[in-house]
T-cell receptor, first 117, second 112 residues
Framework: EAGVTQFPSHSVIEKGQTVTLRCDPI?????LYWYRRVMGKEIKFLLH????????ESGMPNNRFLAERTGGTYSTLKVQPAELEDSGVYFCASSQFTGTSGYNEQFFGPGTRLTVL | RKEVEQDPGPFNVPEGATVAFNCTYS??????FFWYRQDCRKEPKLLMSVYSSGNEDGRFTAQLNRASQYISLLIRDSKLSDSATYLCVATQPGAGSYQLTFGKGTKLSVIP
């Protein structure tokens, strides 16, 4: 079974440009999470989708970040306009629907390494 | 104060050694705890869950002390392949979300 995939693996852009990251979760996983690791810091939560709905976007840093998950399948994370401090590794994770059974393991994708110059 | 704190290391140990990592968490509402392993430039992967009763998986033992808000991971008979960064992770469920809160990680290098 295919794991979580992310595209691109690397992206180098200039400050002020726009970048769109894509995540394809494991098939059948309703939960999709975005996380980010800035150099020297811990991995931090950005937001959580359940199917196509944003369940929790408390970790989104500001309104330059826009996440979508149309149709409840793949998700995109757009940064517009990009700033220097947006550089880091963006991870996507997916898990099966939680319901009342509590936490289900989150499987991570390989990440997109974003460099803003 | 960070929500999940770990000693960053690095821990450099010889093959066959026993090594222990510690972690503390600040949010008493945290419900579930895990150790993830992350190899260089790779994604985090779940190593094991952590329970108050203790959890053992082969050479790995994890322990949770809720009263002290302390989590540990013990690796016995270290192998070269154990070299990685070990991430202490807690969940803070809210509004139906199980967002993971990560520590910065502890780097382990097992030396021949």
């Amino acid at each position: 079974e295919a794991g979580v995939t992310q595209f691109p693996s690397h992206s180098v852009i200039e400050k002020g440009q726009t970048v769109t990251l894509r995540c394809d979760p494991i098939s059948g996983h309703d939960n999709l999470y975005w996380y980010r690791r800035v150099m020297g810091k811990e991995i931090k939560f950005l937001l959580h989708f359940v199917k196509e709905s944003k369940q929790d976007e408390s970790g989104m840093p500001n309104n330059r970040f826009l996440a979508e998950r149309t149709g409840g399948t793949y998700s995109t994370l757009k940064v517009q306009p990009a700033e220097l401090e947006d550089s880091g590794v963006y991870f996507c994770a997916s898990s099966q629907f939680t319901g009342t059974s509590g936490y289900n393991e989150q499987f991570f994708g390989p990440g997109t390494r974003l460099t803003v110059l | 104060r960070k929500e999940v704190e770990q000693d960053p290391g690095p821990f450099n140990v010889p093959e066959g050694a026993t090594v222990a990592f510690n972690c503390t968490y600040s949010n008493s509402a945290s419900q579930s705890f895990f150790w993830y392993r992350q190899d260089c430039r790779k994604e985090p992967k779940l190593l094991m869950s952590v329970y108050s009763s203790g959890n053992e998986d082969g050479r790995f033992t994890a322990q949770l002390n809720r009263a002290s808000q302390y989590i540990s991971l013990l690796i016995r008979d270290s192998k070269l392949s154990d070299s990685a960064t070990y991430l202490c992770v807690a969940t803070q469920p809210g509004a139906g979300s199980y967002q993971l809160t990560f520590g910065k990680g502890t780097k382990l290098s097992v030396i021949p």
